[in-house]
């Protein structure tokens, strides 16, 4: 064989593909990193249809944590009134209960709670359960097309624990179901109120 030729068959055999072999390891390796993705993809998604019901939780905890504080800053409530009813004189009603809109007292998770009002004055549907107003299809607010969200997957429970005999531990627990998934969450939050404010 002449210098030409081995020259040509060394070329051929440097040029020659990928095996079978490497090609379906190659695969593989593809397969796993997609898969992967596609997990990833499934987890981001499931986030943002939990979003806004997150949102709400947080908020609706807020909400009663801050009636309490402002209660007690205002002298509307004595601090043995900051308590359960099962530990009388408390007014903070026991349980888990739907979320309803503050009464009389304009404190939420007492005995007087009453039912809310849709941003036009009507009765929030469930039973005055507390409700959102959205704008409906024309993306405009306060208009006919309004969609009303009752919030009636929520309940709230307020629990009261002394501490000291000037310190309260509140906790507020949220539990919610989300839509189209149909798994329950639970939001806690916990703050100490004490008797000075």
């Known amino acids: 064989m002449d210098s030409t030729m081995k020259t040509a068959l060394a070329i051929r055999r440097r040029q020659s593909g990928f095996s079978l072999l490497e090609v379906m390891i190659a695969m593989v390796v593809l397969t796993i990193g997609l898969l992967g993705v596609l997990a990833s993809l499934e987890v981001a998604m499931a986030a943002t249809q939990t979003s806004q019901e997150d949102l709400l939780a947080r ?6 944590m801050e009636s309490i504080f402002n209660a007690r800053d205002t002298s509307q409530l004595g601090w043995s009134a900051i308590a359960n009813t099962t530990n009388p004189p408390g007014i903070f009603v026991t349980g ?15 005995a007087d709670d009453a039912s ?39 309940t709230r429970t307020i629990t ?9 531990l509140v906790t507020i627990t949220i539990v919610y179901t989300v839509p189209n998934l149909g798994h329950t969450k639970t939001y806690v939050l916990s703050e100490y109120v004490s008797y000075y404010h």
Request: charged share 10%; glycine share 12%.
């Open 59 to 64: 908020q609706v905890a807020s909400e009663a």
């Open 96 to 110: 888990a209960l739907p979320l309803l809109c503050a009464g009389p007292d304009g404190i939420i998770g007492t």
């Open 116 to 154: 809310c009002l849709t941003a036009s004055g009507a009765v929030c549907p469930n039973a005055g359960v507390e409700c959102l107003t959205e704008p409906g299809p024309d993306g405009i607010l306060g208009t006919a097309d309004d969609v009303i969200v009752s919030l009636n997957n929520f």
């Open 160 to 168: 009261i624990t002394p501490y000291s005999q000037t310190l309260n």
